[in-house]
């Protein structure tokens, strides 16, 4: 069986090029012995001649034009590789593959791309919105490259970046019987039908963080898949919500409703970016485009 390796493409492609073996060696920081070596060596593996030797010139054979074809067609991807790996350990990678595990955090991450994008054009940053369903999975897989998350996973192999920390609030309307209180705490909802996004129970922030997986805290649990809906629900009367104060703000000039904060910081909630290694410099940026933005209330 043939194996011609990468070396030995380099090597026929440069004899070719230079058109000199002697220029060649220097090129390829060989003496001229070790490179005609070389070439013997090759020869005499795959049992055919690459070159024919004519008033010490060397002429490439039928086999030695494949090879060379071979040569050039394979050796500028193998150059553009090493280039991009040696660009991502500097930290000067060029693509961002990104996704988040909330379909509600697309209502601000667009935007985030776009500005970045802006001020880096480029970087080409992609958001994977079928990763959403599982981000975690999708970066082990190396099918992404960073995760906006809001849990840290129990593993050694992720490296978690805190990112910023929002508020969930509760969404009422103002025909509730709290819209005259000032904060709320888990007390108060124990008469409340509370409207939550359809999801996994587990990948549900509000049930497991907030209620700690106790439904006796609350009257009821309604789910619902879209944001719209859960509004107008809420508008109705018909339940209460817990969402990211950002998630609802664009719902705001509805006058029924009304934002009350959880006592004690219980709505606080800390995001991170996920990563398999360490953030690049890149990335970095991307990650202070988000707090930026924040920062500024810009959602």
Not at 146 to 158: G, L
Request: glycine content about 2%; proline content about 3%.
């Amino acid at each position: 069986m043939m194996d011609i390796s990468l070396r030995n493409l380099k090597l026929v492609n440069v004899i070719v090029k230079e058109d000199s073996v002697t220029k060649a060696a220097e090129k390829l920081f060989l003496s001229q012995p070790a490179l005609s070596h070389q070439l013997k060596k090759l020869e005499a593996e795959i049992g055919l001649k690459i070159f024919n030797r004519f008033n010490k010139k060397l002429i490439l054979t039928e086999t030695g034009k494949i090879i060379f074809n071979a040569s050039e067609k394979l050796l500028p991807s193998i150059n553009l590789l090493n280039a991009e790996l040696e660009g991502i350990k500097r930290g000067e990678k060029k693509k961002i593959r990104l996704t988040t595990e909330c379909y509600t955090c697309y209502h601000w991450l667009p935007k985030v791309v776009q500005k970045f994008k802006g001020e880096h054009p480029e970087i080409n940053v992609e958001i994977n919105i079928e990763a959403t369903q599982d981000p975690i999975q999708f970066l082990n897989k190396g099918e992404i490259d960073m995760a906006i998350v809001s849990n840290k996973s129990a593993t050694s192999i992720i490296h978690f970046e805190p990112l910023i920390t929002d508020e969930m609030v509760v969404i009422l309307s103002k025909e509730n019987d709290l819209v005259d209180l000032d904060e709320l705490s888990l007390s108060d909802l124990q008469n409340q039908n509370l409207i939550l996004y359809d999801l996994p129970e587990e990948k549900n922030y509000v049930l497991t963080k907030i209620l700690n997986n106790d439904l006796d805290k609350v009257k009821s649990i309604q789910k619902v898949q879209l944001t719209e809906a859960i509004i107008e629900l809420v508008s109705a009367n018909l339940g209460i919500s817990v969402m990211a104060r950002w998630a609802v703000t664009p719902f705001l000039q509805n006058k029924q409703l009304k934002l009350l904060p959880l006592k004690e910081k219980q709505g606080e909630r800390e995001w991170f970016i996920a990563s398999l290694n360490q953030v690049s410099k890149m990335e970095k940026q991307f990650i202070a485009q988000v707090k930026t933005n924040f920062a500024a209330d810009d959602f």
